[in-house]
T-cell receptor, first 114, second 114 residues
Framework: AQKVTQAQTEISVVEKEDVTLDCVYE???????LFWYKQPPSGELVFLIR??????QNEISGRYSWNFQKSTSSFNFTITASQVVDSAVYFC???????????FGAGTILRVKS | SAVISQKPSRDICQRGTSLTIQCQVD?????MFWYRQQPGQSLTLIAT?????????ESGFVIDKFPISRPNLTFSTLTVSNMSPEDSSIYLC???????????FGPGTRLTVL
């Protein structure tokens, strides 16, 4: 069975601080796909990134960066110079079959204060 | 990316009644998924709906409570039957993701049961 753990229930930071959201996954499959989603108060899910298990290269997109480490089964997400608009719930998710269902972590509530 | 729409966007229903949620995708997709997000919780998969076959339900979800239709490759419905306040949730439909898509969740249906 697959499992995604986001141990941080809630994180509060002050604007311009850097913040890292942790994600640890469990699967016996050698091929899998990892996702991060943002859910603002409006409720819609906003796709942030998808990473394949065979691509361990870290990724940077503007203020966002992701660190994928298969050795520790982690896929952490860092926001640099956080902004109030980053306040949301962030979900890490796992899929073990291309195009198929996702297993979500519990989510981390990020509060960025001005 | 495929565009996914849901109707209704929100509803307030009385205990004991049923609500049917519609999900429309602007392109043909093989798999569609229905997720539930209870207040303050993560997303949990209810069932997978493939066109031409019965939906496959996850543990804890049954067809009598959540009947699903999948009449064609662009449309699906989820009915929440004999509702109770515990059914108050956001219900999201999703298409099977591909490497070309970045947004494969609908905007969600926010259901409140009184």
């Amino acid at each position: 069975a697959q499992k995604v753990t986001q141990a941080q229930t809630e994180i509060s930071v002050v604007e311009k601080e850097d913040v890292t959201l942790d994600c640890v996954y469990e699967t016996r499959d050698t091929t899998y796909y990892l996702f991060w989603y943002k859910q603002p108060p409006s409720g819609e899910l906003v796709f942030l990134i998808r990473r394949n298990s065979f691509d361990e290269q870290n990724e940077i997109s503007g203020r966002y960066s992701w660190n994928f480490q298969k050795s520790t089964s982690s896929f952490n997400f860092t926001i640099t110079a956080s902004q109030v608009v980053d306040s949301a719930v962030y979900f890490c998710a796992l899929s073990v079959e291309y195009g198929n269902k996702l297993v979500f972590g519990a989510g981390t509530i990020l509060r960025v204060k001005s | 990316s495929a565009v996914i729409s849901q109707k209704p966007s929100r509803d307030i229903c009385q205990r004991g009644t049923s609500l049917t949620i519609q999900c429309q995708v602007d392109s043909q997709v093989t798999m569609m998924f229905w997720y539930r997000q209870q207040p303050g919780q993560s997303l949990t998969l209810i069932a997978t709906a493939n066109q031409g076959s019965e939906a496959t339900y996850e543990s804890g979800f049954v067809i009598d409570k959540f009947p699903i239709s999948r009449p064609n490759l662009t449309f699906s419905t989820l009915t929440v039957s004999n509702m109770s306040p515990e059914d108050s949730s956001i219900y999201l439909c999703s298409s099977g993701w591909t490497s070309k898509d970045t947004q494969y969740f609908g905007p969600g249906t926010r259901l409140t049961v009184l």
